[in-house]
């Protein structure tokens, strides 16, 4: 069975790769697209940090925090 999903997953690949060669795009936006979940998920994953320092800072008075020159 295993065998069996990786043969329909190459055969869905090489079906991209040719519907993407149908189209009147250049080719380095086939990887591009191709990896464009894995950016997402980076940009999510950077996003939500961003976001959590916020939270654990909020209501801090930032006029008080000492800066040392």
Known sequence: MEILIQI???IM???CIYLFS???IKW???P???LLP???IFDFSFTCRVVFVKILNFGKDET???HHS
């Open 38 to 40: 894995d950016l997402a």
């Open 8 to 10: 329909e997953e190459l």
């Open 13 to 15: 690949f090489l079906g």
């Open 64 to 66: 008080k925090i000492n």
């Open 22 to 24: 149908r189209l009147n």
């Open 28 to 30: 380095w936006w086939f």
């Open 32 to 34: 591009v697209l191709l």
